[in-house]
């Protein structure tokens, strides 16, 4: 399968705990995002790379939030000291930077605070 | 005010019927412009760009108009399968690679 992978697909966590989820999008596409989703909302935007320059973050990505994508290939998400309002899809997707509109998505990351 | 906006319906209808999706952004900045469609429990999928001249792809047809900064998806002769929730995504263009979406509208397409 050359998709978008994610890993784990789903993580059950107690507050206050630290989480780290993993991303490896298709092989060629030096873009990669990352997403959170959560029920009856469609997906809001956290932060991207361009290989493995962060580019971009959102205000959303509070500093609990850190993400990297050390070797312009996978990246990871972690959350540290996780709430309860953090319960959410992360999703991942990646692109072409010349095509960035067409993304694609992986599976997702589903993640519940307790 | 969102910067997208979409009725989250459900729009219930009946296989063969003809349905409208309507959708506005408020950044005039913005420059591309599409709808993804999402599955129950799935991952979002591009379905299609918005172009001014406006774009048919099948049974699909997608219109945008910028002086109102509106878009639109209509859906003809609807399968079961076209049962999903169909997000509107707008983006900025140039550094600005995140897409940002609608909450979606969710259709139900009954035999």
């Known amino acids: 399968d050359t998709g978008v992978s994610q890993d784990p697909r789903h993580k059950i966590t107690k507050r206050g705990q630290n989480v780290t989820f993993r991303c490896d999008p298709i092989s060629e596409h030096n873009r990669l995002y990352w997403y959170r989703q959560t029920l009856g909302q469609g997906p809001e935007f956290l932060t991207y790379?361009?290989?493995?320059?962060?580019?971009?973050k959102s205000r959303l990505l509070s500093d609990r939030f850190s993400a990297e994508r050390p070797k312009g290939s996978f990246s990871t998400l972690e959350i540290q000291r996780t709430e309860q309002g953090d319960s959410a899809m992360y999703l991942c997707a990646s692109s072409l930077v010349e095509s960035s509109y067409e993304q694609y998505f992986g599976p997702g990351t589903r993640l519940t605070v307790t | 005010r969102k910067e997208v906006e979409q009725d989250p319906g459900p729009f219930n209808v009946p296989e063969g019927a003809t349905v409208a999706f309507n959708c506005t952004y408020s950044n005039s900045a913005s420059q591309s412009f599409f709808w993804y469609r999402q599955d129950c429990r799935k991952e979002p999928k591009l379905l299609m760009s918005?172009?001014?001249s406006g774009n048919e792809d099948g049974r699909f047809t997608a219109q945008l108009n910028r002086a109102s900064q509106y878009i639109s998806l209509l859906i003809r002769d609807s399968k079961l399968s076209d049962s999903a929730t169909y997000l509107c995504v707008v983006n900025y263009g140039g550094s600005q690679g995140n897409l940002i979406f609608g909450k979606g509208t969710k259709l139900s397409v009954k035999p």
């Open positions: 790379f361009q290989n493995e320059a962060q580019l971009e």
């Open positions: 918005v172009y001014s």
